[in-house]
């Protein structure tokens, strides 16, 4: 008896440790589960909690960089200041190669840092291109807007993430949701996928929705709409004079579709709305990104200015000044586009702001656990970018510029 008893407890520790080899407890699954969850409140919360001010302020700037290779003021930028992501324009790019070597180059330097970079760039097709002469350009959004075809919308998106994967990007800020309704517009025009709301809804959110089907980050903009300005915020500060309601006829329309449909990113334009605010730009505007955006329509999604840098802003603020603003008014990223100096400028005056009590750290906190899980979402890595090639998409692409020509 003495021994069939062992061997009855043997057989049973045997049984046991091959049954928890193959379905682990409860508590080990959900510890597993909760450290790779995209959507961890709590996991994410902890981590936040962990970063320092300097991390913390860093994930929530954007900078833009000087040259076609890695310099000394983008490893700083990247190492020191730990900024959230970069944004490449058309002088930072001159062939396929030379970006996708540039951005494995920066995603090496950010390996010493817990989260991974964004990598942005502006490509809209048409006049917004910044693709390199290898790859063709995709046409305007209004060329697709006339053609009024959803599925040649989510085309044309796929196509703009395949574009932003092959060359290492992970977030293209597209598509635009302007509606084009002032013929004098001298930003917008052809940007738009013409001057019907619903037809922008439904050409922009298949775009969207193709973009993200790639594994890309969209950016819908320019929140709360720049269809209807007869200036160039990126020279001065357009001012429209519409009340809440006109807007929630027109120009929120595919905003509000973006968002019920998932959209993930907003980008806020520097627009001055008098009827809703007097002081600030949108961009700089609690009622505007806290009240209209977030309450009103329920976005809980990353909100990012667009560039501080452009003259709308700087005609009449500091850009630091502006960037301590707009993250109060709810902006989570602020866009640095330009001068490189400026972004560390920009995050020593928001640290000074958290240290002197002007900004709340709880405020820094919610922004960057938004950030964080859409890095999550999106399962953003510094893994290496090989070079691609773009025979195909090219191809496609070029199917598309026939059908719409």
């Given at each position: 008896?003495?021994?069939?008893?062992?061997?009855?407890?043997?057989a049973a520790i045997t049984v046991g440790a091959v049954y928890f080899y193959i379905h682990p407890g409860d508590e080990q699954t959900n510890h597993s589960d909760h450290n790779t969850s995209m959507s961890g409140t709590l996991d994410v919360s902890s981590l936040v909690e962990e970063m320092s001010l300097d991390e913390k302020i860093g994930q929530m700037i954007v900078g833009g960089i000087d040259g076609t290779e890695l310099n000394n003021d983008t490893q700083d930028m990247i190492e020191n200041y730990h900024v959230g992501g970069v944004?490449?324009?058309?002088?930072?790019i001159e062939s396929k190669t030379q970006t996708t070597n540039l951005m494995n180059d920066i995603k090496k330097v950010n390996d010493?840092?817990?989260?991974?970079l964004l990598l942005g760039v502006d490509e809209e097709g048409g006049s917004v291109t910044r693709m390199p002469d290898e790859i063709i350009s995709l046409p305007p959004s209004g060329s697709i807007g006339k053609e009024q075809d959803q599925e040649l919308a989510f085309e044309v998106g796929t196509l703009l993430g395949k574009q932003m994967r092959g060359l290492g990007f992970n977030l293209d800020f597209a598509p635009v949701l302007d509606v084009n309704s002032n013929p004098d517009n001298p930003v917008i025009g052809e940007r738009s996928y013409g001057d019907d709301p619903h037809l922008v809804s439904e050409m922009g959110v298949q775009t969207m929705k193709g973009i993200e089907n790639e594994g890309i980050i969209s950016v819908v903009k320019h929140f709360p709409g720049h269809g209807d300005t007869s200036e160039d915020s990126h020279l001065e500060l357009p001012k429209v004079d519409k009340s809440l309601k006109e807007l929630s006829d027109l120009?929120?329309?595919?905003?509000?579709n973006a968002i019920s449909e998932g959209a993930d990113v907003v980008m806020i334009a520097h627009i001055l709305l008098p009827q809703i605010e007097t002081e600030y730009p949108s961009s700089m505007s609690e009622d505007i990104i806290t009240g209209l955006l977030r309450e009103d329509m329920g976005f809980d999604g990353v909100v990012i200015s667009d560039d501080l840098t452009m003259g709308a802003i700087t005609e009449d603020f500091r850009i630091e000044e502006a960037a301590i603003q707009s993250v109060k008014a709810g902006s989570d990223i602020v866009l640095i586009a330009h001068h490189p100096d400026a972004v560390t400028s920009v995050h020593k005056e928001l640290k000074a702001a958290v240290k002197n009590g002007d900004i709340n750290e709880e405020r820094i906190n919610e922004s960057v656990e938004r950030i964080i899980h859409l890095k999550r979402k999106y399962k953003l890595s510094n893994e290496e970018t090989p070079q691609a090639d773009f025979k195909l998409i090219n191809e496609k692409v070029q199917e598309i510029l026939d059908k719409v020509s």
């Open positions: 008896m003495k021994w069939i008893s062992i061997f009855v407890i043997m944004i490449l324009f058309a002088d930072n010493n840092n817990p989260y991974p120009e929120l329309i595919p905003f509000e």
